[in-house]
């Protein structure tokens, strides 16, 4: 005698599909309950249940097989349109880094003009070291008055300090 589970076992399923596969099949070929519940599979109902899922599970394979026939094909698309981007990528770096070289030597350039033109007519201020005839061991004119004053320091130990 067959039961629920031994189906399930030879077709691979769970109890719960064969549930739904017996509410799917037509109702002369499904098995009888008996008193206490349980179903009483005859040779007709185990055959209507097995044609049923094998029906029913080979037309989802070729589904399947096409989904992941598709699902291949939109992967390659994508795996080549990623490599294009990357390829772009590359480029635009390299036109970005040329660019910043060209900068680089566009102000080189004009620094260099830039010492030349203010080296042929010099300023005031380009020959300071020409112009400075100060020591720093020399009073300026200003600061010195020939002799130091000292103004004592007032507090508790401003006698110290003379």
């Known amino acids: 005698m067959e039961t629920i589970s031994s189906?399930?076992?030879?077709?691979?399923?769970?109890?719960?599909?064969?549930?739904?596969?017996?509410?799917e099949i037509p109702a002369d070929k499904q098995p009888k309950k008996d008193a206490k519940g349980k179903y009483n599979f005859t040779k007709e109902?185990?055959?209507a249940i097995e044609s049923y899922y094998n029906s029913s599970s080979s037309p989802?394979?070729?589904?399947?097989?096409?989904?992941?026939?598709?699902?291949?094909v939109?992967?390659?698309?994508?795996?080549?349109?990623?490599?294009?981007?990357?390829?772009?990528?590359?480029?635009f770096q390299q036109l970005l880094d040329q660019q910043q070289r060209l900068n680089l030597s566009t102000?080189?350039?004009?620094?260099?003009?830039?010492?030349?033109?203010?080296?042929n007519t010099p300023s005031q201020d380009?020959?300071?070291?020409?112009?400075?005839?100060?020591?720093?061991?020399?009073?300026?004119?200003g600061n010195y008055k020939g002799k130091e004053t000292k103004t004592p320091k007032k507090g508790l130990f401003g006698w110290l300090r003379r």
């Open 60 to 72: 989802k394979t070729d589904i399947e097989s096409d989904l992941v026939k598709q699902l291949r």
């Open 126 to 141: 380009d020959r300071p070291l020409q112009n400075d005839d100060t020591d720093v061991l020399k009073p300026t004119e």
């Open 74 to 91: 939109d992967l390659e698309d994508a795996k080549a349109e990623i490599k294009a981007k990357n390829n772009q990528i590359d480029k």
């Open 7 to 23: 189906i399930a076992k030879r077709l691979n399923v769970t109890n719960g599909r064969i549930y739904q596969i017996i509410k």
């Open 45 to 47: 109902s185990v055959e």
């Open 107 to 119: 102000n080189r350039q004009n620094e260099k003009l830039l010492d030349a033109t203010t080296n």
